[in-house]
């Protein structure tokens, strides 16, 4: 099971019931980190910092912009196409619970760790 | 790197880890300490003969002097609020360079909102003493403090502990603990330092050039720091 993209998860049950495919996932967790600490990124700075193939990366700006979680901004500065990825309120809501998730996992295993 | 690490399992410690670097690497390549630092050496350099020509000093027969630092009024106020723009200027155009979006604009807000402290503090001293002169007189240790504390001076400082937050940057918040601290405390920035013979002009420059001296340190300092980390 998982929880619209965006949307906290239930206060009760495991925190792996609660993750978000579309945010969990690596690159796209990625993507949403660095948009959420710049503000807003260039496609390359990501493909760089990401080590992602351009094709790559496409695909995976798309599922989340698909899922209302970024941004999207094609323009020109000169004869260079740039383009600028932004997260949305429910981009930076999304990246909050996976992170609260994340934390909930770490905090459940060592639980499970110490008895 | 990022994508090895990104692509190392599923762990999530290993993902928080990522997700932290990641967002310590984006900090790094957002700041541009340096510029802010000798942006605000350069104004402090500039600033002193603009103090030195424009103070009035009137000396009394009984050796006492008064005085009125008419330049530092002038001068200071607006060009603050430019250097505060360059720096927000460069800071943007540098991040866009590399490819991301600044986050200056507390820093510049925090910039603006101290020099309007600094010059109704200011402008308000000079309203004020000229017609109760005896109440220079009995100012105590801590009003003296005061006083510096809204000096423009002291005023870089405290915009430069909201840019070390924002950058959340503990290089740049010892920096401006240690400058707070010399032009606070240690540097008479409102009662002048220098040898005996020496003009009131003279004397209000040394503690001048001394803070423009450890900005401008600060900014080799912080220079030296981002090329190496870019090497």
């Known amino acids: 099971m998982t929880a619209a993209p965006g949307t906290p998860e239930p206060a009760a049950g495991h925190p792996v019931t609660g993750l978000d495919e579309v945010v969990h996932q690596r690159a796209r967790l990625g993507i949403l980190t660095i948009a959420h600490e710049a503000h807003r990124v260039e496609f390359g700075y990501l493909r760089t910092h990401l080590e992602l193939t351009a094709g790559n990366l496409s695909k995976h700006l798309s599922v989340l912009e698909s899922a209302g979680l970024i941004e999207v901004e094609k323009g020109y500065e000169g ?7 932004t997260l949305t309120a429910a981009g930076t809501t999304a ?21 | 790197m990022i994508a090895e690490s990104l692509s190392a399992g599923g762990d999530p410690r290993r993902l928080l880890s990522e997700v932290r670097s990641l967002a310590h690497r984006v900090r790094l390549d957002q700041r541009m300490t340096w510029v802010a630092l000798l942006v605000l050496a350069g ?3 500039v600033g002193i003969p603009f103090d030195w020509l424009g103070m009035t000093v009137r000396c009394h027969p009984d050796t006492s002097c008064e005085f009125a630092r008419r330049g530092v009024l002038y001068y200071w106020p607006p060009a603050l609020l430019l250097a505060y723009a360059a720096i927000a200027v460069s800071y943007v155009r540098a991040a866009r360079a590399r490819g991301l979006g600044a986050r200056v604009l507390p820093y510049v807000i925090a910039g603006a909102a101290t020099t309007v402290v600094f010059t109704a503090a200011w402008v308000a001293a000079s309203l004020y003493f000229p017609s109760h002169p005896e109440s220079m007189q009995q100012l105590s240790y801590w009003w003296l403090v005061l006083d510096r504390l809204v000096s423009p001076w002291s005023m870089i400082g405290v915009a430069l502990v909201v840019l070390a937050r924002i950058e959340r940057n503990i290089g740049l918040l010892l920096f401006t603990v240690a400058y707070l601290a010399l032009v606070l405390l240690v540097l008479p920035m409102n009662e002048g330092w220098g040898l005996a013979g020496w003009g009131l002009q003279a004397r209000f420059a040394v503690p001048q050039a001394i803070s423009g001296a450890v900005l401008l340190l600060g900014a080799v300092g912080f220079f030296t720091a981002a090329r190496r980390r870019q090497r």
């Open chain 1, 79 to 85: 004869r260079r196409g740039r383009t600028w990825i």
């Open chain 1, 95 to 115: 990246l909050a619970n996976e992170i609260a998730r994340l934390k909930q996992l770490i905090a459940r295993v060592e639980t499970t760790d110490g008895q």
């Open chain 2, 43 to 45: 104004v402090t350099f």
